[in-house]
């Protein structure tokens, strides 16, 4: 099974308004680690947030909030007030666990486009 | 902020040639990665390493090896370069016993073109 599912492979929004990108996980873990990263076409890879599992309140960085809903194993990524430098792939991620050889688990992405 | 610098940035090589990809991080992380990823597609581990002289496969076999002689510094070797390997390289690495806050932090990434 999967252990990361992103399921949009691709997304528009217009500049200015709010974009949801989805996630969803798999683990049997209590304790893990859910990451956002973002990747322009540059090609780099730009640590963006992270939500521990044990953490009640949703993680929030600028522009970037987590909604993270346990129950249900996602991980959704919202961005407030879209800007056009915001357009690149966005990668959901994963750390199970609490030992040093955990992996690290990645969805397969989700382009997103924002139009002026 | 990351501290994590890939060279070179752009590579376009003949078939047959041996390349080193490099990879260099100042954050004192222990731990380091390999990833290989093609545009826009998903992230796959071809290389890990836990400290010095400590090197795994991933879970993406590949042709490539790997070494880790000094903390700081993990090389990405290709003895015999193939289109078949052309492909986005990227570097990580994170900080040894953070448990599932364990972020990695990434490099700029190296293109390398094999013709």
């Known amino acids: 099974a999967q252990k990361i599912t992103q399921t949009q492979p691709g997304m528009f929004v217009q500049e200015k308004e709010a974009v949801t990108l989805d996630c969803t996980y798999d683990t049997s873990d209590q304790s893990y680690g859910l990451f956002w990263y973002k990747q322009p076409s540059s090609g780099e890879m730009i640590f963006l947030i992270y939500?521990?599992?044990?953490?009640?309140q949703n993680a929030t960085e600028g522009r970037y909030s987590l909604n993270f809903q346990k129950a249900r194993k996602s991980a959704n990524l919202v961005i407030s007030a879209s800007q056009l430098g915001d357009s690149a792939m966005y990668f959901c991620a994963m750390r199970e666990g609490r030992y040093n050889f955990n992996k690290f688990y990645f969805g397969s992405g989700t382009k997103l486009n924002v139009k002026p | 902020e990351a501290d994590i610098y890939q060279t070179p940035r752009y590579l376009v090589i003949g078939t047959g040639k041996k390349i080193t990809l490099e990879c260099s991080q100042t954050?004192?992380?222990?731990?380091m990665y390999w990833y290989q990823q093609d545009p826009g597609m998903e992230l796959h581990l071809i290389h890990y390493s836990y400290g010095v002289n400590s090197t795994e496969k991933g879970d993406l076999s590949s042709e490539s090896t790997v070494s880790r002689i000094r903390t700081e510094h993990f090389p990405l070797t290709l003895e015999s370069a193939r289109p078949s390997h052309t492909s986005q390289y990227l570097c990580a690495s994170s900080e040894y016993d953070r448990g599932p806050a364990e972020t990695q932090y990434f490099g700029p990434g190296t293109r390398l073109l094999v013709l």
């Open positions: 939500q521990g599992s044990y953490d009640e």
């Open positions: 954050m004192g992380h222990d731990k």
